[in-house]
């Protein structure tokens, strides 16, 4: 059973930088994709970005292109979020998800970390 173990949120002020991680373990991940999304206090989850296991592929919300790149070690497990220029809207609980073979969504979470953006 795959689980997913977050780390890096944190407190930063506008215009900082943050470096999430989620860790996969478990064996050697053999998923679909593995992405982020957040989910700000009074709002729906959303989706913030993804890469596919095989390939590489990227993809973003059109509201962190440019500032936010997903990247990944692969013999490690783990994928990366690096977000730059992190804006007070940046806030929010930042999850990991995976979508497993055979899955047609994203179907193991992680528990979240929390992202503040403040002065």
């Known amino acids: 059973q795959v689980q997913l173990v977050e780390s890096g949120g944190g407190l930063v002020q506008p215009g900082g930088s943050l470096r999430l991680s989620c860790a996969a373990s478990?064996?050697?991940?053999?998923?679909?994709?593995m992405g982020w999304f957040r989910q700000a206090t009074g709002k729906e989850r959303e989706f913030v970005a993804s890469?596919?296991?095989?390939?590489?592929?990227?993809y973003y919300a059109d509201s962190v292109k440019g500032r936010f790149s997903v990247s990944r070690t692969r013999a490690m497990n783990t994928i990366y979020l690096q977000m730059n220029s992190l804006q007070p809207e940046d806030t929010a609980v930042y999850y990991c998800a995976a979508q497993m073979i055979g899955a047609t969504q994203y179907n193991v979470w992680g528990q979240g970390t929390q992202v503040t953006v403040s002065s």
């Open positions: 478990g064996g050697a991940f053999s998923g679909v994709a």
């Open positions: 890469m596919r296991w095989s390939g590489g592929s990227t």
